[in-house]
């Protein structure tokens, strides 16, 4: 690797640790007391004001059990697939299926099946979301709308507003996500030759 592609690798680093934080749902705090590193350490290695080493990056890779090479982005040599590890949030699974920092990031989610559907909380939060329902009832609350999508239905709103995602049936319900931070938002394209 030459002194240019290294400086990319790098710069990645902060903006994959602030990703994985977010979508792990751990705040500065909590993942300062876990590792140790200064919550004003962890948010400059966030940010790109401080360069990451071993000595920062192995106790993120043991708090969020990844490989150090998730971490740092390093490419996989010869083996395209991408080895995928749910995350467990809200009683939910979420599988990412993209790993690049920064822009619209792909989830699949699933919701278990539960005996009584909860009762929405709605959330707010920085981004932008794009769902489409595979299999099952989604229940979405947007704000003071309440909304019931079958499988193959699609949605897309501002996670600025109160939102709150569950089972319409208590059933479970597969469903694929893109979701971008800071407004970014998917855009579907058609064929332009049509």
């Known amino acids: 690797m030459d002194r240019k592609a290294d400086d990319e690798v790098l710069d990645g680093v902060g903006p994959r640790l602030r990703a994985l934080r977010r979508a792990r749902g751990i705040t500065l705090a909590d993942l300062a007391a876990t590792t140790g ?38 490419p996989r040599t010869g083996d395209p697939r991408i080895h995928l590890k749910p ?15 920064g822009g619209v990031h792909a ?21 932008f979301e794009w769902l489409y329902v595979l299999n099952g009832r989604l229940r979405l609350v947007i704000g003071e709308r309440d909304l019931t999508l079958p499988a193959g239905e699609a949605a897309e709103f501002d996670t600025a507003l109160p939102h709150w995602l569950g089972s319409a049936d208590g059933g479970v319900v597969e469903l694929l996500i ?17």
């Open 37 to 74: 590193v200064s919550e004003s350490t962890l948010s400059r290695l966030e940010s790109g004001l401080r360069r990451p080493s071993l000595e920062l990056l192995l106790p993120l890779a043991r708090t969020y059990d990844v490989p150090l090479d998730d971490l740092v982005g390093a």
């Open 87 to 101: 995350i467990r949030r809200f009683g939910m699974t979420f599988v990412p299926l993209s790993r690049r920092p």
């Open 107 to 127: 989830f699949k989610m699933i919701i278990p099946a539960r005996p009584e559907p909860l009762e929405p909380t709605p959330q707010t939060h920085e981004g």
């Open 178 to 194: 893109l979701f971008g931070l800071q407004g970014v938002r998917a855009h579907v394209r058609t064929d332009p030759h049509r």
